[in-house]
């Protein structure tokens, strides 16, 4: 992966009396939360948590999902999973759609008042009720014995993006449900053979969102960034417990 990582970035460092806009994600608020000092190194000094591999098979269901749910929008028709799960709603047709789950490069976006920053978060989909209520939607990917639940601690990241995704919409007028779902699709292992296929049980999680969190946090985060003093690590980072435990024999 070495690669693919630089571990002394110049460029997208956070710099306040820049005019340019810095583009803060929904994964960064998440590093920030989890790692204040983790989050600094990577967004003020341009040293991020070198990346893990990338999940190809996930990225194959997420695409096969949206051109899946694509059908649907364009022809203004439920998708069979909602009307398994009796969901009064179609998937939104908006001219925007595509630049929404643009997470890389566009987005939904919300520029922070007194500030050069801007929020950003690319979404898997948005659902809208006959009363033109959106719902966000996530599509997620594992394959485990068990049933899928919303029940795991390592979960929280999931809500907290869901959160951060109604909070952007919110913030851009719209009205939004408190209720978003996650489609979450469970590789079959329990199959006799393999046949060039995999198969997958789909179920539709519901999560009750509370936004009330972001805003203050994102305020954090840019305090954080404002600071010429380097945090401190989160309670739980193995990255700065690796560091810290190497440092030991240096």
């Not at 820049?18 to 920030?32: A, N, Q, V």
């Not at 789950?101 to 050069?116: F, K, Y």
């Not at 898997?124 to 594992?142: L, N």
């Amino acid at each position: 992966m070495s690669q693919y990582y630089n571990p002394n970035r110049t460029r997208n460092l956070y710099d306040s009396s820049s005019s340019e806009l810095f583009r803060l994600s929904r994964s960064k608020i998440d590093l920030f939360l989890n790692c204040p000092r983790c989050f600094y190194l990577d967004r003020k000094l341009g040293v991020a948590q070198p990346p893990g591999y990338p999940f190809s098979l996930n990225s194959a269901v997420d695409k096969l999902l949206k051109k899946e749910f694509d059908i649907h929008r364009a022809a203004g028709s439920k998708h069979p999973l909602m009307e398994h799960y009796g969901i009064d709603a179609i998937p939104l047709a908006h001219e925007k759609m595509d630049e929404w789950r643009d997470s890389l490069r566009r987005g939904i976006t919300v520029r922070i008042d007194g500030s050069n920053v801007v929020v950003t978060g690319g979404v898997d989909d948005v659902w809208v009720t006959p009363t033109g209520e959106f719902i966000i939607v996530d599509y997620k990917a594992t394959s485990k014995d068990a049933e899928v639940t919303l029940n795991a601690d390592w979960q929280i990241g999931y809500k907290r993006q869901m959160e951060v995704y109604q909070w952007l919409f919110r913030k851009n007028g719209f009205n939004v449900s408190s209720t978003g779902y996650f489609v979450y699709c469970n590789g079959n292992t329990d199959k006799e053979a393999f046949d060039g296929k995999l198969e997958f049980d789909i179920k539709l999680l519901a999560y009750t969102g509370d936004d009330s969190w972001v805003e203050k946090t994102v305020l954090d985060a840019i305090e954080c960034l404002k600071s010429d003093q380097i945090p401190s690590s989160g309670d739980d980072c193995d990255y700065c417990k690796y560091r810290k435990a190497v440092g030991q024999f240096e």
